[in-house]
């Protein structure tokens, strides 16, 4: 089945130790997602790929960055983490085109920061 | 700005009973809708969504949902609740055009349906 895999599912850093997450996709969107979900919250967009732009949202902190080096692959890169970075991170993928598309999400990695 | 309010932290319902999760929001253009839902430690799961045409859209599980424009509001709904309806549901608008790929997520709310 077509769909979106996070890796790892938990995660577990340091304070200030970078960390990558991963996500792949095998839906063949153009378009990904990272989420930052805390504590059932609403999930809060960091940033999206459409191919190869990358969009970034205003309050994403410089901490966080991102790589997609092809179509089926993205990253989450934290740079220096801190206590306030533990959280749920979804990728989510949709096709690209502004017609309504809904987002398809994997299953998230819970980090923890100790 | 695009914005999405779920004004019910919590729903209780009992089996078999009909259900109504309530949203309402606002953007400058033409709303795309989506409705989502999560288990517990999983990601969030399409139910359905409003773009353009019919009212009442029907989505997965038997879920449905009204767009209201003069009411802002896009309500979710199903019949005749289950036990296994309950999970967390975020409802959830782009801004069509100006929005982008940007979706706003309401904070959700928690369905409870007791059997």
């Known amino acids: 089945d077509a769909m979106v895999i996070q890796n790892p599912r938990y995660q577990v850093t340091q304070f200030g130790k970078p960390v990558t997450l991963s996500c792949s996709q095998t839906l063949n969107h153009n378009v990904m997602y990272w989420y930052q979900q805390k504590s059932s919250q609403a999930p809060k967009l960091l940033f999206h790929y459409y191919d190869k732009d990358f969009n970034n949202e205003a309050d994403t902190p410089d901490n966080f960055q991102s790589r997609r080096p092809n179509t089926s692959f993205c990253f989450l890169d934290i740079r220096s983490p801190g206590l306030g970075d533990a959280a749920m991170y979804l990728c989510?993928?949709?096709?690209?085109?502004?017609?309504?598309?809904?987002?398809?999400f994997g299953p998230g990695t819970r980090l923890t920061v100790t | 700005a695009q914005s999405v309010a779920q004004p019910e932290d919590q729903v209780n319902v009992a089996e078999g009973n009909p259900l109504t999760v309530k949203c309402t929001y606002s953007?400058?253009?033409?709303?795309?809708l989506f409705w989502y839902v999560q288990y517990p430690n999983r990601g969030l799961q399409f139910l359905l969504k409003?773009?353009?045409?019919?009212?009442l859209v029907k989505g997965s599980y038997g879920f449905e949902a009204e767009f209201n424009k003069s009411q802002t509001s896009f309500h979710l709904k199903k019949p005749s609740a289950l036990v296994s309806d309950s999970a967390l549901y975020f409802c959830?608008?782009?801004?069509?055009?100006?929005?982008?790929?940007?979706?706003?997520f309401g904070a959700g709310t928690r369905l409870f349906v007791k059997a």
């Open positions: 989510a993928t949709s096709r690209g085109s502004n017609e309504g598309y809904e987002q398809y």
């Open positions: 959830a608008v782009r801004d069509n055009p100006t929005g982008g790929f940007k979706t706003i």
């Open positions: 953007v400058s253009g033409n709303p795309y």
């Open positions: 409003y773009i353009t045409g019919d009212n």
